[in-house]
């Protein structure tokens, strides 16, 4: 076997675990993405919960305890940031939550409705 025969036979090698590695990555892409669908399906938020969590975040504000809220809204996906926004009225655009946000706007509403309570 010439230096060329053996070349040509690693190229087709090359060739050959190359497809089966494309193979295997579209495989786990449709598993990934497959398995990403179902995540959003199961995550759906019970409205009173999240009102519940809202009243949660706002005994924590009435203790100073931002802190505490920020890292309870660090650990949420978006789509509950939505809901959560949605089932308590906070009033911000699906397109424009972020966790800061929402941080920003909780803290403005608590701040809100502490002063009405007085």
Request: glycine share 0%; aromatic share 8%; net charge positive.
């Amino acid at each position: 076997m010439n230096k060329l025969e053996l070349i040509e036979k690693k190229i087709e090698l090359l060739n050959k675990n190359l497809n089966d590695l494309k193979k295997l990555f579209i495989s786990l892409k449709e598993e990934t993405n497959t398995t990403q669908n179902i995540d959003e399906v199961n995550d759906k938020y019970e409205p009173k919960d999240l009102i519940n969590d809202f009243d949660k975040l706002y005994d924590l504000f009435l203790q100073n305890k931002q802190n505490e809220i920020k890292d309870f809204l660090k650990l949420r996906p978006k789509k509950y940031l939505i809901e959560f926004s949605l089932a308590n009225n906070l009033g911000i655009e699906k397109s424009k939550i972020s966790k800061n946000t929402v941080f920003k706007e909780l803290l403005s509403w608590m701040m809100q409705r502490k002063e009405i309570s007085k």
